[in-house]
């Protein structure tokens, strides 16, 4: 995510964070590249005078040019400017009732904007938080949007409400509120209907079922990828209807950024979520300081740690950890650590969230091929081979390498590599210097 403008201001930022001493002239240009590295992002104009006049300002005090170290002072402006573009995470969450009450949420958007499978991404993480989600079908226009929301509901295992056969949504909406209360279901998302364009007859039906259930939050779910036109759009559903957040969808594939630094400034409504992906857990809060940071190049360690957490159980992690220092980590936990990393995201979505990564890492660089081999000769072993690979004479390299559609020299790599990373591993374990110069290498 976030790309182009990532890496224009990942080189900006280097380039003055290094600096011992710097002029008004460096400050100049360095905020003149920021523009442009905004205004190609499809930033808001108004929003990009706003954040380098303040720049600027803040940039040419006296503070700046006479500080001990002024490049990173410099930056740490551009990153607080960036953070109060973005938002702030006091009004980040939803603000919902108790559990003892239910709460209604209205999903609200155009066609296409991905807002279907949001109501059920996000009815799937309120269910994870200990919440009793209900999803509604109030989406009576576009051809086969009931079962799609019946099918995804069914995949996270929360209910769906529908009535067959009924035109006006409000009355579902009404309905399903009243049903809802019955069966204790402590929130109700309400999937709306999107059109192609703006018209006023969406407006008059979305108006029609925020009245009749007076929604805690009206959430407006925007393309990413459509820059200016989610903020005009947002800007007339905050008009007409009322906005008391919004979601990013496909913000994975949003190389720009235009969409995520124009629309809290120009609406003056908080981002609340992100999609990151297609799966149903792919939905992420938005937090303003992570998002500045992996925009500047800085990383987001914060988003790393908390995948590794939801992707390794903690017990796991700790017998990992005990078998490494006593150097009896095997190609059994090597294989359950590769399918770990599966779980936490794409390589491109972590690289983004690794300190020091911005620029000296890509994709690319990660051989995917290789680790599908790796998995692929692991995965033909038999249980004593993948917990004492000592025993791999060439017959049964030869036999894994037939099994796995590899070959015996494919084999060979694997293990000598697994013997150095077990000796890594070991130093890594017990060497506190150690650890921290690898710590410092990635820039922590």
């Known amino acids: 995510m976030f790309d182009s403008i990532s890496d224009k201001f990942s080189g900006i930022m280097r380039t003055l964070a290094g600096k011992s001493k710097i002029t008004e002239k460096n400050i100049q240009d360095a905020v003149e590249e920021i523009k442009v590295a905004l205004l190609d992002a499809d930033v808001n104009l108004r929003v990009v005078r706003r954040f380098i ?23 740490k402006i551009v990153y607080d400017r960036m953070v109060a573009l973005l938002g702030d995470e006091e009004n980040q969450k939803l603000l919902l009732k108790g559990p003892d009450t239910t709460s209604v949420i209205l999903m609200m958007g155009l ?25 509604v079908a109030a989406d009576l226009v576009r051809p086969a949007a009931i079962l799609q929301l019946q099918v995804l509901g069914e995949s996270v295992g929360v209910p769906v409400f529908s009535i067959q056969g009924e035109k006006d949504p409000s009355k579902v909406a009404k309905a399903a509120l009243a049903q809802a209360k019955k069966d204790q279901r402590d929130i109700l998302i309400v999937d709306t209907s999107g059109r192609m364009h703006l018209d006023q007859t969406l407006m008059d039906e979305i108006q029609r079922v925020r009245d ?40 994975d594939s949003d190389t720009r950024g235009g969409a995520a630094l124009s629309l809290r400034s120009v609406v003056g409504k908080p981002i609340k979520f992100i999609g990151v992906g297609e799966k149903m857990d792919d939905l992420e809060p938005f937090y303003p300081e992570r998002i500045a940071s992996r925009i500047l190049g800085m990383g987001d360690i914060v988003s790393l740690v908390e995948k590794a957490q939801s992707a390794i159980d903690e017990k796991d992690a700790l017998r990992m950890q005990e078998k490494m220092a006593k150097n009896t980590f095997d190609l059994q936990d090597y294989l359950d650590q590769l399918n770990n990393m599966d779980k936490m995201g794409s390589m491109e979505q972590l690289l983004e969230m690794i300190p020091g990564a911005k620029g000296q890492i890509s994709e690319d660089d990660i051989d ?14 038999t249980y004593a081979e993948r917990t004492n690979y000592h025993i791999m004479g060439p017959t049964r390299r030869k036999r894994v390498a037939g ?24 130093k890594l374990a017990k060497n ?3 650890q921290a ?3 410092k290498q990635m820039g922590m």
């Open 53 to 75: 006049n303040g720049t600027m300002e803040e940039a040419l005090g006296e503070k700046v040019l006479k500080a001990v170290d002024p490049g990173q002072q410099f930056v």
């Open 403 to 426: 099994g796995s559609g590899t070959t015996v020299s494919d084999v060979n790599r694997l293990l000598k590599k697994f013997e150095k990373m077990r000796l890594t591993m070991k």
């Open 368 to 381: 995917k091929a290789e680790i599908r081999r790796e998995k692929a000769i692991i995965l033909s072993m």
């Open 437 to 439: 110069a690898m710590l």
């Open 111 to 135: 066609q296409g904007s991905g807002k279907t499978t949001t109501s059920a991404k996000l009815a799937a993480r309120l269910k994870r938080e200990g919440r009793r989600p209900m999803l």
């Open 212 to 251: 009749a259930i007076k929604p805690d939050e009206t959430l407006f779910v925007a393309d990413s990828m459509t820059g200016q036109n989610a903020v005009a759009i947002a800007q007339e559903f905050e008009q007409k209807v009322g906005i008391s957040g919004v979601v990013l969808s496909k913000f």
């Open 432 to 434: 506190k210097k150690y």
